[in-house]
């Protein structure tokens, strides 16, 4: 670990053999290239030109040049998102998420949302547990088709989760083949967006893991994450989902609408690892369209210091 001081600022660079493990605040952060970050450049080898690739030059300069590298592509990545929020209308740029963990934290049953011999079933939480500075945005159901959705989180880079309910989906898949090539994960949310305590087991299963069947022959991938409707869920639910294939069940820890945010916690306020929820509405149920609730979502979150990170990298 590294002090480099800039500024009057001190900012931290961790270097590992051959890996660059994280750069606290890289943009600007001071870290250089050459000897370990301390500021110094690297010399070539013998023989090697001054005129070689940025590949080949990260390759000679060792752990040192990686992190050079990955500095100088953060330092883009910003830029990029700073030129966007101007052109979608956000006063502040999105923070840019930490680099996601080498091993996911271990995600258990909030307290209070526990079932009867659940311990063997998918877990059930608002919160991821992590120290980052991080939240995660969901969107639920597939109503609202709104191109214009997928242009601005593409431009900001803004990374966020779909659960997806057939009965919306099915008047344009392509819609959310669109969402998935732009990187966006597809979840379950149901074939027919039920109340799931008052159904059978057998019921259950149909809605379920009938949507597990449509996504994997829709797009390819068989879900490990599914949110009940409306959050609601009993101990069938559970083995349910366990039997076709899901392995954790996010709720949501504060929910996000074009003109205001609403909190499930006491103080009404974002925590590390908080998921996000909101839905995929237009101006016909909402007042505003999904890009205002996504200026409202960044708003709120880049105020408090928080980045938007990808549920599926922590869970």
């Not at 929020?85 to 006063?91: E, H």
């Not at 608002?126 to 997928?150: H, M, Q, S, Y």
């Not at 409707?229 to 074009?258: H, M, Q």
Request: glycine share 10%.
């Amino acid at each position: 670990m590294q002090l480099v001081r800039q500024k009057g600022k001190v900012r931290a660079c961790r270097v590992g053999v051959g890996v660059v493990a994280l750069v606290v605040a890289a943009v600007g952060s001071g870290c250089a290239a050459g000897d370990g970050g301390a500021g110094r450049p690297a010399k070539s080898a013998p023989g090697q030109s001054a005129q070689q690739g940025p590949e080949a030059r990260e390759q000679a300069a060792g752990p040192a040049g990686a992190l050079s590298a990955y500095v100088e592509k953060v330092k883009r990545a910003q830029a990029a998102r700073a030129a966007a929020a101007k052109k979608w209308g956000l006063k502040q740029t999105p923070l840019a998420a930490p680099p996601p963990p080498a091993v996911k934290p271990r995600i258990t049953t909030r307290k209070g949302f526990e079932v009867d011999g659940g311990k063997e079933l998918p877990p059930v939480f608002t919160t991821v547990p992590t120290k980052e500075k991080v939240v995660f945005l969901t969107i639920d159901d597939g109503a609202e088709k709104d191109p214009e959705l997928l242009r601005m989180m593409s431009d900001l880079r803004i990374p966020y989760s779909a659960f997806l309910s057939d009965y919306v989906i099915d008047d344009d898949y392509g819609y959310f083949e669109k969402m998935r090539d732009r990187g966006v994960s597809l979840h379950n949310h149901t074939l027919n967006h039920r109340y799931l305590p008052g159904l059978s087991y057998s019921a259950q299963k149909r809605e379920i893991c009938g949507q597990q069947d449509k996504l994997q022959k829709r797009y390819g991938t068989r879900p490990k994450l599914f949110r009940p409707p409306y959050g609601n869920y009993n101990k069938d639910t559970l083995r349910v989902a366990k039997s076709c294939g899901i392995e954790a069940v996010p709720l949501w820890a504060s929910e996000a609408f074009p003109d205001h945010m609403e909190w499930r916690e006491w103080d009404r306020d974002l925590h590390p690892g908080d998921i996000i929820l909101t839905h995929f509405r237009g101006r016909g149920e909402w007042k505003g369209t999904m890009p205002d609730m996504i200026r409202r979502v960044m708003k709120t979150v880049t105020a408090k210091g928080y980045a938007v990170a990808k549920l599926e990298d922590y869970v």
